[in-house]
């Protein structure tokens, strides 16, 4: 069995520990978690979502997402209310302390992460998005 594909898969691993730990120590220098700031930039221009999106879009587990609400809520970044509806649900959003600090720290962040990219041309971010978007479509087939 050709194995040369570890190799491949391994440096793409590194690559986004890497970046995850720059990014991750920018996010701490500005006075918050990454779930914290994950739950933020996600929130951040939005009218809100419910748990369970959040849930999905931040990748974050039910049971960790709790514990960042509850303490996101005590500092008054986010308020939680009962869905209209369905009043099981439960509906997140940024307060508007939440709103100015999305505003102040998600350019930042966004700026701090683009720094390694600072040498790349145009040909590098298409050849690096052309190898990335064929290994998806083939990882997509597998998952099917």
């Given at each position: 069995?050709?194995?040369?594909?570890l190799r491949s898969?391994r440096?793409?691993?590194?690559c986004?520990?890497?970046?995850?730990?720059?990014?991750?120590?920018?996010?701490?220098?500005?006075?918050?978690?990454p779930a914290?700031?994950?739950?933020?930039a996600t929130?951040?221009?939005?009218?809100?979502?419910?748990?369970?999106e959040?849930?999905?879009?931040t990748?974050?587990t039910k049971?960790?997402?709790?514990?960042?609400?509850?303490?996101?809520?005590?500092?008054?970044?986010?308020?939680?209310e009962r869905?209209?509806?369905d009043?099981?649900?439960?509906?997140?959003?940024?307060?508007?302390?939440?709103?100015?600090?999305?505003?102040?720290i998600f350019?930042?962040?966004?700026?701090?992460?683009?720094?390694?990219?600072?040498?790349y041309?145009e040909?590098?971010?298409?050849?690096?998005?052309?190898?990335?978007?064929?290994?998806?479509?083939?990882?997509?087939?597998n998952?099917?």
């Amino acid at each position: 069995m050709n194995k040369r594909y570890l190799r491949s898969i391994r440096l793409l691993s590194e690559c986004m520990q890497l970046f995850e730990t720059v990014s991750n120590r920018r996010v701490r220098q500005l006075g918050y978690t990454p779930a914290q700031f994950d739950i933020i930039a996600t929130l951040g221009n939005t009218p809100g979502m419910t748990c369970k999106e959040l849930g999905e879009k931040t990748l974050i587990t039910k049971g960790t997402l709790t514990g960042v609400l509850d303490r996101m809520e005590q500092k008054a970044l986010i308020i939680r209310e009962r869905g209209g509806e369905d009043r099981r649900q439960l509906f997140v959003k940024l307060t508007s302390q939440g709103e100015t600090i999305f505003k102040d720290i998600f350019p930042k962040v966004i700026q701090s992460g683009g720094e390694g990219f600072a040498e790349y041309t145009e040909a590098d971010y298409n050849a690096l998005e052309e190898a990335l978007s064929k290994l998806k479509s083939h990882l997509g087939k597998n998952a099917a």
